[in-house]
């Protein structure tokens, strides 16, 4: 082994196995800087993004080995790697080459399934520095590939693994690579109910501030948003961050404090508080971090955080100048999410109550029941998953009952608003899924975007012309309510299969369509994480 040029690579993922530690963990230093070559940790990197299929391979065609992780870089060398062999010689090459013709059959059957969820690419334009169609055009440069997210303003949706990082609209803060179901945070405090929230904001767990930056595009010019974190390292991240996407556009005030340990006192006209506390991040599905956990998080661990954010959640609630909240994780644990919520209802529902979230009324993954939620408030909550195209979120979204303003139940999904689709950008609705229906969906798509011009057209008492002609799906014509015409006798859905007519095609000016028509850390302390068996499959 230690004549072979996949040593190093063999030699880290060795260590992950062992350690149970992250890539990361034990590939940067605490200045972070790499202490591998850029090759190895690319290496390992793919060989987890891997695991899963190789582990496939090896169960079917047996290659007896002393080194279990340099059989592991050499079979995604040959099988998966760029260049499809093995540099260099030695006995376990060897052995592996005997078998090649049988592995590559095996490769076949079972795929190359990639270990880590691979979702599409999400670019949400920071309307603070940029305008929809700049961004297109930046966008049209690296791909033809575009399109509309159906349930959040200003989302693109690109081809999964494109490499946009280095363009100048992205370096420059105009475009903001930030995952579909993390934008529901700020979009649900701010549209959750039919009337948008006004006043300033607090977001307790601020870093790195891509939630802080989406607040700031997405409130009126008057509006402070006061940013909160603990952690002296994060916080600086967070004011990089601020000064990039926000610069003077927006009133944003950087705070280092733990938000347990603040009072209504220290923010006497905060209408809003966004509370997206530490979590185990369960839901990343994406994360290489993740592929070296077990499937089941320790139940020790998770019981600490729940209780942590429990506490903050209920101390958000104790702000009495306060209308609404939005309490969020990238879990997707129960403990995390429901419990949490049941608990703080339980000391506070007198004050406070669960509204469905304006926004995303027409959204189908709802919570999961547990006891001490009724139906109509797990109805309330919002989940997202992997098969949802984005990793896994929960989302909650409290009034406090005094209010005296309308909001959506769980069940109105009718949307009468005027329906925007950008000319020629049709809506995302699983064309880059792998499952054998992109082809369908891709073409039911483009159908429903020509059918909401059609309508909005129709509304304004003009011709519809999207092409040069009146788009019709079955023969009749689109109706002028804001929903397209049925396809298939079925409403389209957004959740990848087909979008619903009701599925919300964003504004383009970042405001949800109001039914006539008109636009309307408490950072958690350092916990040690325990150690978890590695994820077999």
Not at 28 to 51: F, I, M, P, R
């Amino acid at each position: 082994m230690s004549m072979s040029p996949y040593s190093p690579a063999a030699g880290l993922l060795s260590q992950i196995w062992e350690t149970k530690k992250s890539i990361k963990a034990l590939s940067y230093d605490k200045k972070g800087s790499l202490k591998v070559t850029k090759s190895t940790y690319a290496q390992v990197c793919h060989v987890l993004e891997n695991q899963n299929v190789l582990q496939k391979v090896l169960t079917t065609i047996k290659i007896p080995c002393r080194n279990e992780s340099l059989l592991y870089v050499l079979l995604y060398e040959l099988l998966l790697g760029p260049n499809q062999k093995i540099r260099g010689g030695g006995a376990l090459k060897r052995q592996i080459m005997k078998n090649e013709k049988q592995l590559r059959e095996v490769l076949s059957q079972c795929g190359a399934i990639s270990s880590r969820a691979i979702f599409p690419r999400y670019a949400r334009i920071n309307t603070l520095k940029y305008k929809m169609n700049d961004a297109l055009s930046d966008l049209k440069d690296q791909t033809n590939d575009i399109y509309i997210d159906p349930h959040v303003p200003d989302l693109l949706v690109l081809k999964p693994n494109i490499r946009i990082h280095d363009i100048p609209s992205v370096k420059s803060g105009k475009i903001v690579l930030q995952d579909k179901s993390s934008c529901f945070s700020a979009l649900c405090l701010i549209n959750g109910n039919e009337d948008p929230l006004k006043g300033d904001c607090i977001d307790a767990c601020a870093a790195p501030g891509q939630k802080t930056s989406h607040l700031a595009a997405l409130l009126p010019k008057s509006s402070t948003i006061y940013a909160c974190d603990r952690n002296e390292k994060r916080l600086e991240v967070l004011q990089q961050r601020i000064q990039l996407l926000v610069g003077n556009t927006r009133s944003v005030v950087t705070k280092r404090v733990d938000f347990l340990t603040t009072k209504q006192s220290d923010f006497p006209n905060t209408k809003g508080i966004l509370l997206d506390p530490s979590c185990s991040g369960s839901g990343i599905f994406t994360s290489l971090n993740r592929l070296t956990d077990s499937q089941d998080d320790d139940l020790e661990r998770i019981q600490h955080l729940a209780n942590f954010q429990s506490v903050a959640l209920q101390h958000a609630m104790s702000f009495e100048s306060v209308e609404r909240i939005v309490y969020s994780t990238c879990s997707i644990h129960n403990q995390e999410n429901e419990e949490v919520v049941k608990e703080a209802l339980k000391a506070q529902g007198d004050k406070w109550q669960l509204r469905s979230p304006f926004c995303l009324r027409g959204w189908e993954r709802r919570g999961n029941q547990v006891e001490g939620l009724t139906s109509e408030q797990t109805k309330c909550l919002i989940r997202a998953d992997r098969d949802d195209d984005t990793n896994g979120f929960f989302v909650s979204y409290f009034e406090r009952k005094k209010l005296n303003i309308s909001s959506w139940k769980a069940t109105d999904e009718d949307n009468k608003g005027k329906l925007v689709v950008p000319k020629n950008i049709p809506m995302y609705a699983g064309q880059f899924r792998t499952d054998g229906g992109g082809d369908k969906l891709q073409l039911e798509t483009k159908t429903v975007a020509k059918q909401l011009r059609a309508s909005n057209a129709k509304a304004d008492g003009k011709s519809p012309k999207a092409d040069g002609k009146s788009p019709k799906a079955d023969g009749k014509s689109p109706k002028a309510d804001g929903k397209s015409p049925k396809a298939d006798g079925k409403s389209p859905k957004a959740d990848g299969k087909s979008p619903k007519a009701e599925g919300k095609s964003p504004k383009t000016d970042g405001k949800f369509p109001k039914p006539d028509g008109k636009s309307q850390t408490a950072d958690e302390k350092p916990q040690k994480a325990v150690p978890k068996k590695r994820a077999r499959s």
